[in-house]
């Protein structure tokens, strides 16, 4: 018999999503005639728009062609897009000699374990996107998990909560040698300002930390004063990595494409480079994004494409605006949505699991409990603002008429 990963097995109660879809199916079972809403996973739901459309079943339609076929790619991903990413997104701040084109941001995350290794030890928020801590429970960075304190002895956690306006106290944080940090942030919404970012890059400096910025929301920012990129800050090339995606970005949810920043100035502690042991783990462990999904990519930043792109990106935003609304109207503490497609809702007296039992039952409306992304989500629920206009007005219309709570 195989012994299973001693890793594996301290995973605490199985990943947030497929728990809330068990109960969502649960629900469906007693009740096949329930009309559910879903506010929950954070998934696109409006259709591509004409160009972004084209230009995916172009590169398809090419494939069909004896000049257009093409078999395996770069492995660092398609130059044109890597330029188009390096000269759209960054205004050239970094090179496309140091973007990686991948299939999504979760699957970075979980290379990026694979680079650093069992022995790393990491900080993350508190709450968190769980794949963080997720990918190192699986790989023994970790400790076992403390079931009173609900968060894994190994892991620094940064309490990120509107007492602190969702920025952690980082003059009380241990050193650690990873330091994942989102922003916007996925589950409460927070953006962080510059001042905020310049202090996380100082303080991972000091501490010759490496910080893995995830920017999977990036294009949400609305402020220009808010930095959509950890590299507008000054130092940032020698600290940081940061992930993109298009999966929020473009409705890319099922296209998968996202890529990777490593710059050439990040270092290890005996000063051979980062970038270099990425290309190596990223040649390795997969055989580059899928050939029609990046030459789709290029349509979506192209001067065409990227008009499309910030229209499906407002949409969202006006639904996450119209959610809100009704939250702050009913006098809730309600937080994000105005950089991000979430909203933090606080219920006060309910705990979190609670509260979405509760909207499920009385709303039919699925959530996700704030308390799956760490101890200091308890009492919150996550609302995602990917629907369809006519969801998110219905689900309004329900959460008034069941007063929430
Ligand atoms: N990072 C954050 C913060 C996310 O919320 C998500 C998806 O929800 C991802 C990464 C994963 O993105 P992708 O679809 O590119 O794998």
Not at 294 to 318: A, S
Not at 363 to 385: C, D, H, N, Q, W
Request: proline share 5%; charged share 20%; with cysteine.
């Amino acid at each position: 018999m195989v012994k299973r990963n001693p890793h594996i097995i301290k995973l605490n109660a199985g990943y947030l999503f497929p728990e809330v879809n068990k109960r969502k199916r649960a629900y469906l079972e007693k009740n096949p005639n329930a009309k559910l809403i879903s506010l929950g996973i954070g998934d696109t739901t409006e259709p591509l728009y004409p160009h972004m459309t084209q230009s995916l079943v172009k590169a398809a339609q090419d494939l069909g062609t004896a000049q257009g076929y093409s078999g395996y790619g770069s492995e660092q991903g398609n130059l044109l897009l890597r330029n188009q990413i390096a000269s759209k997104l960054y205004q050239n701040t970094v090179s496309s000699d140091e973007i990686f084109v991948s299939d999504g941001a979760k699957c970075d995350i979980g290379r990026l374990q694979i680079l650093f290794g069992s022995h790393t030890t990491i900080a993350v928020q508190n709450p968190s996107y769980p794949a963080y801590v997720d990918t190192s429970v699986i790989l023994g960075q970790t400790g076992e998990y403390n079931l009173e304190q609900g968060n894994y002895r190994g892991i620094v956690y940064l309490p990120c909560d509107p007492k602190n306006n969702f920025f952690p106290d980082l003059s009380s944080a241990p050193r650690t040698d990873l330091i994942y940090f989102c922003s916007p942030n996925n589950p409460t919404g927070a953006v962080s300002t510059r001042e905020q970012l310049t202090a996380l890059v100082n303080f991972a400096k000091k501490n010759r930390s490496i910080l893995i910025f995830d920017a999977a929301y990036a294009v949400y920012i609305q402020d220009p004063e808010i930095p959509k990129s950890i590299y507008e800050i000054p130092g940032a090339r020698e600290v940081a990595i940061e992930l993109g995606s298009f999966s929020k970005m473009s409705g890319y949810t099922g296209v998968r494409l996202g890529w990777s920043i490593v710059p050439e100035e990040l270092k290890y502690e005996d000063g051979s480079s980062v970038k270099t042991d990425w290309s190596r783990i990223v040649s390795t462990f997969f055989n580059g994004a899928s050939n029609i999904a990046q030459i789709g990519g290029i349509g979506v930043l192209d001067d065409q494409g990227h008009p499309e792109m910030m229209k499906m990106v407002n949409f969202y935003l006006e639904n996450a605006q119209i959610l809100k609304n009704t939250f702050l109207e009913m006098g809730y503490e309600v937080y994000g949505g105005d950089h991000s497609p979430y909203l933090w809702v606080k219920f006060p007296g309910l705990k979190s699991w609670d509260a979405f039992e509760y909207l499920l039952e009385h709303a039919e409306i699925v959530t996700t409990p704030g308390s799956g992304f760490g101890a200091e989500g308890e009492g919150f629920i996550r609302l995602s603002a990917y629907g369809h206009r006519s969801t998110i007005l219905e689900a309004v219309q329900r959460f008034k008429s069941v007063g929430v709570h």
